[in-house]
């Protein structure tokens, strides 16, 4: 009693060890990576459900594979929002930061990977033109469509921002002065107000002030329209941003809506939350998925609220209910993630970027080929001619016919239209006719009698023959061109329209690559789309209080105590799993799966664990060492198993038994008295071992106990010391197992040179007293009985039969139909007075081969003529049997009695049972 109380002690002390561990942090980082193993075994019931309003738009492989490598000109952009717009997206997101401008390019550039696409010779003259990025993109982000922007913020030490000759405080001071008097200033004008007496010339110095006027400039409309201010985080240690990475002023000024996109990491470098606020120089910022959820939800970013230091509240309006985020001291939430197990592409509806631009440039080329058909009339006129500009004014008119015509009546509307249309048709037919004979007579002269100019105009016409000449052709080309963009755009609206849709890199070269706890390699873009995910559906996952965890680890720990400290070792040890298992199965499928909540489960498992190895191991030490040494007193003239039993149970040592049922095993080597008489003494104790430790090894492995040796026989017994429920059936496997085990044996022994063996074995199963026989000095655990009679008796009737394996009904009837047996009628076994009916054990069943199966079929039906007198009948069977197996021992035997009975004519005295005479 005294150890198990110092047991129960150190467990004790263990457990406050690892509590106090856990309280300072040093199981944070196994604690991170268990919760990412809840995220991935859970059930997919756990998982956020789909709020059916998100939709990306990837720039992966094939987009760049298609359209160009990154970055992209953002006209290429502009068009995408221009898609995902005229489709019905309620918002678009772009996460891609875009702190440069892009220089202006020249139009031919545009349209490089478009060879199809001829730029009409007639512009030769405007071949200068240029494309301005940044105004496409800036008109798009500005449209019908709310676009939302991302900024970069750096939070790291090291990450300040850019130096510079001029003191960096000074020139941020005065700019912020500049754009807080006039919004619109210029670079040039923030450079005047810093150095008002010199001309700032290119150098570090104009670098400095531009860069940070372009960054302060972008940031006025994020700071004015989509920042809290200061204070509206109460209660939360919000983290500092050291530096602003916004999109340039006309995007950031275009833009709908901007938010931060910066990761925050654990220590293992995985995104398991992310901080909803962030704090930058005097104002809060809120996440990209944060300022859309707000959208979405219609709160304004002023009404959010903070509560208890724990919850940023989302208050509801026009219906929707008030939205509660539990977030971390830092305001950081954990992100409940929909994608399980790498598959993040089927978190939500993934769609390339190129599926988008394809239907743009389809745009284009329609438009090009638009252009080449009306083309003609300024070829032939030229383009400031009183006939091109009537062409212009009629086609525009059936381009975009203006709103006073919709006024008029149906049929007025119909006449106007068809008169626009007959002007343009006519003044196209009047325009190509003339080029054709303007053409016909150019070619027809001779190439050096052309002039310059004429010779411009035909190459010019050689051309554009086929739009000129073949109008309808192209007309064709840009009837099918409309009908794949409306085919394309049918197939995308269910996905677009409605929806969200998030615009980032998936590429898998990008940089924008991240782990998280489902994901080895997530883009950051799917990142957002989880958090966002997360807020609008409400499915929140809660860190458990710290003083909650607590209290399970050392609850944990004190049970583990008390088991293992009162408890013996075997069921500790059971005992022990079973709450592990049970503590691990409630945290994945209660805690974090029905009640979405983070709860500690390395530290109570460590604590469990710990605990019952520390105790287990003093235990060992002290209170076992003395069973220990009963065991191996014991063991010196007792079986191991029976020591081990009476060391756990001392009342053992006692005389006394149990009525038990039981399966008994004899077996016996089959002529083994003239083998040893053959060989000299030391070679048939040799050959005698190495029968013994194969028959063994087939016994133990069937877990049987061994009684005794007799010789070169063997007694076993199954189903005692231990319970055994199968006893019959690990009876009749052993059998099995012994006769393989056999087969190989006698090929080895042959090779060696000596003689082949054959053994005999007996399986009786019934009721039997088990327990310790023989004086108060020396007993043994040993089974007495008719049942131990029985299977010695089989074993001897073995002889009579010619068969190796003969068992009792009981045992057949016990193992079902696993087992092919072949009933060999009742025996009369000396020294009994009834007799038992007894089967030869052939094989599985399902090992067994179909010949074996049908000769055991055969041979019961013979049987049963003998039984049943119809010795003629039954001789004819057994014949039959010894015909295709002439070695067959019990065939032989019952065609012997057979026939003699026939001879005998036996009275109604007569019995089918076979009496063995002989033991």
């Known amino acids: 009693?005294?150890?198990?109380?110092?047991?129960?002690?150190?467990?004790?002390?263990?457990?406050?060890?690892?509590?106090?561990?856990?309280?300072?942090?040093?199981?944070?980082?196994?604690?991170?990576?268990?919760?990412?193993?809840?995220?991935?075994?859970?059930?997919?019931?756990?998982?956020?459900?789909?709020?059916?309003?998100?939709?990306?738009?990837?720039?992966?492989?094939?987009?760049?594979?298609?359209?160009?490598?990154?970055?992209?000109?953002?006209?290429?952009?502009?068009?995408?929002?221009?898609?995902?717009?005229?489709?019905?997206?309620?918002?678009?997101?772009?996460?891609?930061?875009?702190?440069?401008?892009?220089?202006?390019?020249?139009?031919?550039?545009?349209?490089?990977?478009?060879?199809?696409?001829?730029?009409?010779?007639?512009?030769?003259?405007?071949?200068?033109?240029?494309?301005?990025?940044?105004?496409?993109?800036?008109?798009?982000?500005?449209?019908?469509?709310?676009?939302?922007?991302?900024?970069?913020?750096?939070?790291?030490?090291?990450?300040?921002?850019?130096?510079?000759?001029?003191?960096?405080?000074?020139?941020?001071?005065?700019?912020?002065?500049?754009?807080?008097?006039?919004?619109?200033?210029?670079?040039?004008?923030?450079?005047?107000?810093?150095?008002?007496?010199?001309?700032?010339?290119?150098?570090?110095?104009?670098?400095?002030?531009?860069?940070?006027?372009?960054?302060?400039?972008?940031?006025?409309?994020?700071?004015?329209?989509?920042?809290?201010?200061?204070?509206?985080?109460?209660?939360?240690?919000?983290?500092?941003?050291?530096?602003?990475?916004?999109?340039?002023?006309?995007?950031?000024?275009?833009?709908?809506?901007?938010?931060?996109?910066?990761?925050?990491?654990?220590?293992?470098?995985?995104?398991?939350?992310?901080?909803?606020?962030?704090?930058?120089?005097?104002?809060?910022?809120?996440?990209?998925?944060?300022?859309?959820?707000?959208?979405?939800?219609?709160?304004?970013?002023?009404?959010?609220?903070?509560?208890?230091?724990?919850?940023?509240?989302?208050?509801?309006?026009?219906?929707?209910?008030?939205?509660?985020?539990?977030?971390?001291?830092?305001?950081?939430?954990?992100?409940?993630?929909?994608?399980?197990?790498?598959?993040?592409?089927?978190?939500?509806?993934?769609?390339?970027?190129?599926?988008?631009?394809?239907?743009?440039?389809?745009r284009r080329l329609i438009a090009e080929k638009e252009d080449k058909l009306h083309l003609a009339v300024n070829l032939a006129y030229g383009e400031d001619s009183k006939e091109a500009a009537a062409y212009r004014e009629a086609f525009n008119f059936l381009r975009d016919p203006p709103p006073e015509l919709k006024q008029l009546p149906a049929e007025m509307q119909k006449q106007q239209l068809a008169d626009a249309q007959a002007e343009v048709d006519e003044l196209e037919r009047k325009a190509r006719a003339d080029l054709r004979v303007l053409h016909d007579a150019l070619r027809a002269m001779a190439p050096d009698k052309l002039a310059p100019d004429q010779r411009e105009r035909l190459d010019i016409?050689?051309?554009?023959?086929?739009?000129?000449?073949?109008?309808?052709?192209?007309?064709?080309?840009?009837?099918?061109?409309?009908?794949?963009?409306?085919?394309?755009?049918?197939?995308?609206?269910?996905?677009?329209?409605?929806?969200?849709?998030?615009?980032?890199?998936?590429?898998?070269?990008?940089?924008?690559?991240?782990?998280?706890?489902?994901?080895?390699?997530?883009?950051?873009?799917?990142?957002?789309?989880?958090?966002?995910?997360?807020?609008?559906?409400?499915?929140?996952?809660?860190?458990?209080?710290?003083?909650?965890?607590?209290?399970?680890?050392?609850?944990?720990?004190?049970?583990?105590?008390?088991?293992?400290?009162?408890?013996?070792?075997?069921?500790?040890?059971?005992?022990?799993?079973?709450?592990?298992?049970?503590?691990?199965?409630?945290?994945?499928?209660?805690?974090?799966?029905?009640?979405?909540?983070?709860?500690?489960?390395?530290?109570?498992?460590?604590?469990?664990?710990?605990?019952?190895g520390s105790v287990a191991v003093y235990r060992q030490l002290t209170e076992e060492r003395r069973r220990r040494f009963i065991t191996h007193a014991l063991s010196s003239y007792t079986s191991p198993s029976v020591a081990q039993r009476v060391a756990d149970r001392p009342d053992l040592l006692a005389l006394g038994g149990e009525q038990r049922e039981i399966s008994c095993f004899f077996s016996d080597i089959k002529g083994f008295t003239p083998i040893s008489e053959a060989l000299q003494a030391d070679r048939t104790v040799a050959l005698l071992n190495r029968y013994l430790d194969r028959m063994t090894d087939a016994l133990l492995r069937s877990e049987a106990t061994i009684n005794k040796f007799l010789g070169d026989g063997i007694f076993a017994f199954f189903g005692a010391p231990d319970t055994q429920p199968d006893h019959a059936r690990r009876a009749v496997l052993a059998a099995l197992a012994c006769r393989d085990a056999l087969g190989g044996l006698c090929t080895e022994l042959v090779a060696d040179g000596l003689p082949s063996l054959a053994m005999r074995i007996g399986i009786a199963t019934g009721s039997a007293v088990v327990g310790n026989c023989g004086s108060a000095r020396k007993f043994d655990y040993t089974a007495i009985g008719d049942t131990v009679n029985l299977a010695s008796r089989l074993e001897g009737g073995n002889k009579h039969f010619g068969t190796s394996i003969m068992v009792n009904r009981a045992a057949a009837d016990a193992v079902g139909g696993e087992f092919l047996f072949r009933p060999l009628g009742r025996i009369l076994v000396v020294g009994k007075q009834e007799p038992v009916e007894v089967l030869e054990l052939l094989d599985r069943r399902a090992s067994a081969p179909e010949a074996a199966v049908a000769m055991a079929e055969r041979f019961a039906a013979a049987l049963e003529h003998y039984r049943g007198r119809r010795f003629a009948e039954a001789a004819d069977a057994f014949a039959a049997i010894l015909a295709d197996r002439p070695d067959d021992g019990p065939a032989r035997a019952y065609l012997d009695m057979t026939r003699a009975a026939a001879q005998t004519a036996p009275g109604p005295w007569w019995s089918d049972v076979v009496e063995l005479t002989h033991k």
């Open 1 to 362: 009693m005294r150890y198990r109380l110092i047991a129960f002690c150190l467990g004790l002390l263990i457990t406050a060890v690892i509590g106090l561990a856990y309280w300072v942090g040093l199981f944070d980082s196994t604690e991170r990576i268990v919760y990412d193993r809840l995220f991935r075994y859970s059930p997919a019931s756990a998982r956020a459900p789909d709020c059916r309003q998100i939709t990306h738009v990837d720039i992966d492989d094939a987009s760049l594979a298609e359209v160009g490598r990154w970055p992209w000109p953002r006209r290429r952009l502009a068009e995408l929002i221009d898609e995902l717009s005229g489709l019905g997206a309620s918002a678009v997101v772009l996460d891609v930061i875009m702190p440069e401008p892009q220089s202006p390019r020249p139009v031919d550039d545009d349209y490089l990977r478009h060879p199809d696409f001829v730029r009409p010779q007639a512009r030769i003259g405007s071949a200068d033109a240029m494309i301005r990025d940044d105004d496409e993109l800036a008109r798009a982000i500005g449209g019908r469509t709310p676009v939302c922007l991302s900024i970069y913020f750096q939070v790291t030490a090291d990450e300040k921002p850019d130096g510079g000759p001029l003191d960096e405080r000074m020139v941020r001071e005065r700019i912020a002065a500049l754009l807080s008097d006039d919004p619109n200033a210029t670079a040039v004008q923030a450079a005047q107000a810093i150095q008002p007496s010199a001309a700032v010339e290119a150098g570090p110095v104009q670098d400095q002030i531009f860069n940070t006027f372009r960054r302060m400039r972008s940031m006025l409309p994020v700071r004015t329209r989509f920042s809290l201010a200061a204070g509206a985080e109460d209660g939360l240690k919000l983290i500092h941003a050291v530096q602003a990475v916004p999109p340039i002023p006309p995007l950031a000024d275009a833009a709908a809506g901007e938010g931060y996109v910066t990761f925050e990491p654990d220590g293992d470098g995985t995104v398991r939350r992310i901080p909803l606020l962030m704090r930058y120089q005097d104002r809060v910022y809120p996440q990209l998925a944060l300022l859309l959820a707000c959208r979405t939800l219609g709160v304004k970013l002023d009404d959010i609220r903070v509560q208890d230091g724990g919850t940023i509240v989302l208050p509801g309006t026009g219906g929707q209910p008030t939205v509660r985020i539990p977030v971390d001291a830092q305001g950081r939430m954990l992100i409940n993630w929909r994608d399980r197990n790498d598959r993040w592409e089927e978190t939500f509806p993934h769609l390339a970027a190129h599926y988008f631009l394809g239907i743009a440039r389809n």
């Open 461 to 612: 016409l050689e051309g554009m023959a086929e739009p000129l000449f073949e109008p309808d052709k192209t007309r064709a080309e840009i009837a099918a061109l409309g009908q794949a963009i409306e085919a394309a755009r049918a197939r995308a609206r269910p996905l677009i329209a409605g929806r969200i849709c998030f615009i980032g890199s998936t590429a898998t070269g990008a940089a924008d690559f991240v782990p998280t706890p489902t994901v080895g390699r997530c883009p950051g873009v799917a990142i957002h789309s989880n958090i966002l995910n997360t807020i609008l559906v409400g499915r929140f996952i809660r860190t458990v209080p710290r003083w909650l965890n607590l209290l399970v680890i050392l609850g944990c720990g004190a049970l583990a105590s008390a088991i293992s400290s009162l408890v013996g070792p075997r069921l500790t040890t059971l005992l022990v799993l079973l709450t592990g298992v049970a503590l691990t199965a409630a945290n994945l499928l209660v805690v974090f799966s029905r009640l979405s909540s983070w709860m500690v489960l390395a530290s109570p498992l460590a604590a469990l664990f710990l605990v019952w």
